[in-house]
């Protein structure tokens, strides 16, 4: 391997640890602190698709993820601090304590938000597109979802128009094998989800979302089409999660070993660790010593988010309207 | 009002905004259902495709989430989409867009965004179109914090009120009423904007105050006008223009000198605007009332097809006029 490609899998294994680490953060120590309040929707085992796929993405593209966003924001950059707080419900989270873990947003990277209204995303994301298209912009616009999405109408309405209008929108499905605890078998009529495209004249394919750097060439190629073609396209990725739908999910909608023989066999953090192992690429001990930096860095993020204030109650509607606040109602 | 203007049908009104706003500002753009070469159903942007192109008035497939959902993200990167579902009842389709997204897309993200799209609908009965193309649902889109909602009768308010829509940075809802786009009313020649949040008094009195929206507004000014001829009673006319933000203080300077109030639309009353605006009178006002308030609504049924049992289920201005008589006795 190249050196520039050992750098290029060291820094994704440092963004899908950072992810794994952040997530297990939460479900190790936060949830049973009650550090957070509602659900939190984690992607522990989905990481290579949004690194791979972040990372595909240039600096002027756009956004939007779902309730299961952790691993695309953090991926982008969002900070985690930031992060960490909003999901805790503080002033100095990334949304000021107003949405959440299902809400993280952040326009400094274009992240445009997550959107846990299943499939409501994708008809956003082609009007994303569109105003990039008549605007004259450059970038485009990455919209992404779970297998579940793919059956509501939104998508299939969002699907034809961004087709139809030539909208530069690539659309990413995780296909993570459970709509929270229905499996695609019972969902869907058709389990080559990634033909639906050409059903709208649009390219689909159907990739292996446990590899990051092949999930990057994939979105590289991908995005790279659209960019040129002003095209959508639709990339879905098989994955697995890990753990429960939320952090509330009993799970026992799968047999209790399947998740562990997934894990064993896939686990996309794994499978770079035994790269680097296999091809001698790193030093054993340099990977313990990343795996403990970032740790550390995780922590470190998640004590400062600790120590932020909480909202002003004085304050509770403010961001609401744009422009002056209308009070003549209220 | 020193300028009348000339003539003109409610729909050339509403062309009328949305030309000025297209030439206005390029970021300005229109997709619906029908609305291209054929200009829209009830005829509101015929010729705008023309002028414009199709790029800026797209005809867009029987799609209202996907219509709606799109306004939503090209409005959070800068556009201004003015989209028509084309009858208000579909907008349940579309509400997903409006009332979860739109409404909500700024304040989730801590302020981060602006949504300044306009989602226009023609709403109401009237012409025989039956239960599911008549519904009248502006109370829907005022429950939700977050959208401003426009309900406008005279062609000249509309075409003023759905400038400023268009410019707001906020979400707005903008309702027509189907039965009306026919109906003629003076419209200035020169360019004019009216504030969202701002009632006009559209008829001075002093007897009784008439709240009253959209089409029904006629029907009340026609029952104001025949109760001061026949009865002598003199009823102060105010139309809200916007529902939400609801101007409150025009109606409570209005009951500052009447005590007494009737409330008409055509939507529902049960958990309608009429019942919130007696509401927050009630609350902190009561000691403005001198008798209790009166709502004329349409009768809760879906409306009915035949034209005897539509006529029976909608306001009229002799529903009207006797609801001011019983506030007034």
């Not at chain 1, 409501?120 to 990039?132: D, E, Q, V, Y």
């Not at chain 1, 660790?273 to 340099?286: A, I, Y």
């Not at chain 2, 004329?296 to 009207?320: F, M, T």
């Amino acid at each position: 391997m190249q050196p520039e490609r050992i750098e290029q899998l060291l820094h994704y294994y440092k963004d899908m640890l950072r992810i794994r680490y952040f997530e297990e953060k939460i479900l190790n120590y936060m949830l049973p602190n009650k550090l957070f309040r509602g659900s939190s929707h984690l992607c522990i085992g989905q990481e290579a698709v949004a690194v791979g796929a972040i990372h595909a993405m240039e600096a002027e593209d756009y956004l939007y993820t779902t309730h299961r966003s952790h691993g695309h924001t953090l991926a982008r950059g969002m900070d985690m601090e930031a992060a960490f707080a909003e999901i805790m419900g503080r002033t100095t989270g990334v949304c000021h304590g107003r949405g959440g873990s299902m809400h993280l947003a952040d326009a400094s990277l274009r992240i445009l938000g997550a959107n846990p209204v299943v499939g409501s995303n994708i008809p956003m994301a082609a009007g994303s597109a569109l105003a990039l298209k008549m605007q004259g912009k450059p970038g485009i616009v990455v919209a992404f979802f779970g297998e579940g999405a793919l059956n509501t109408g939104a998508c299939h309405e969002a699907f034809n128009m961004a087709a139809l209008w030539d909208l530069p929108v690539v659309f990413i499905c995780e296909d993570n094998q459970y709509a929270i605890s229905v499996p695609e078998a019972t969902a869907m009529a058709d389990e080559d989800l990634h033909e639906r495209a050409a059903a709208y004249g649009m390219e689909g394919l159907r990739l292996d979302g446990m590899n990051v750097l092949e999930v990057y060439e994939y979105c590289r190629a991908s995005f790279g089409k659209t960019r040129r073609t002003g095209r959508p396209a639709l990339l879905v990725f098989d994955t697995y999660r890990f753990v429960g739908h939320h952090t509330a999910d009993s799970e026992q909608y799968r047999p209790k070993d399947e998740a562990i023989e997934v894990l064993r066999e896939k686990d996309p953090v794994h499978f770079v660790e035994r790269e680097f192992l296999e091809d001698c690429l790193v030093d054993p001990e340099k990977a313990v010593d990343i795996r403990l930096e970032i740790k550390e860095e995780v922590e470190a993020a998640f004590q400062r988010a600790l120590n932020g204030p909480w909202p002003d109650p004085e304050k509770l509607t403010e961001g609401l309207w744009a422009e002056s606040e209308v009070t003549c109602d209220e | 009002m020193s300028d009348q203007g000339r003539e003109v049908v409610f729909a050339q009104a509403i062309r009328t905004a949305l030309r000025e706003e297209m030439k206005r500002d390029e970021s300005v753009i229109l997709w619906g259902q029908d609305i291209g070469v054929y200009g829209g159903v009830y005829g509101a942007t015929t010729g705008l495709q023309r002028e414009f192109g199709k790029e800026r008035v797209r005809d867009a497939p029987i799609s209202e989430m996907a219509i709606a959902g799109l306004a939503v993200g090209s409005a959070i990167l800068g556009m201004r989409p003015v989209v028509e579902i084309m009858y208000a009842d579909f907008l349940m389709h579309a509400s997903d867009a409006i009332a979860n997204q739109a409404a909500k897309w700024r304040y989730m993200s801590g302020g981060q965004f602006k949504v300044p799209a306009v989602f226009r609908s023609p709403g109401g009965g009237g012409s025989g179109y039956a239960a599911q193309h008549s519904q009248n649902i502006e109370a829907w889109f005022c429950h939700i914090p977050g959208l401003k909602v426009v309900c406008p009768c005279m062609p000249r308010d509309a075409r003023a009120l759905l400038k400023t829509a268009i410019r707001d940075d906020n979400p707005v809802v903008f309702l027509e009423h189907k039965s009306h786009y026919t109906h003629r009313g003076p419209m200035p020649k020169e360019e004019e904007t009216l504030p969202l949040g701002k009632a006009d008094v559209k008829r001075q009195g002093s007897d009784v105050t008439l709240v009253s929206w959209s089409r029904t507004l006629l029907w009340a000014l026609e029952a104001a006008e025949r109760l001061q001829d026949e009865e002598g009673v003199s009823v102060e006319v105010i139309d809200p223009l916007t529902l939400r933000p609801l101007d409150l203080d025009c109606i409570l300077e209005s009951l500052g000198k009447t005590g007494r109030l009737v409330i008409a639309h055509e939507s529902h009353a049960f958990c309608g605007v009429g019942g919130e605006i007696i509401a927050q009178i009630a609350e902190n006002h009561l000691d403005l009332l001198k008798a209790p308030p009166k709502r004329v609504c349409a009768v809760p049924c879906p409306l009915p097809y035949s034209e005897p049992l539509e006529k029976a289920a909608l306001p009229d201005a002799d529903n009207i006029a006797a609801a001011i008589r019983k506030v007034v006795g």
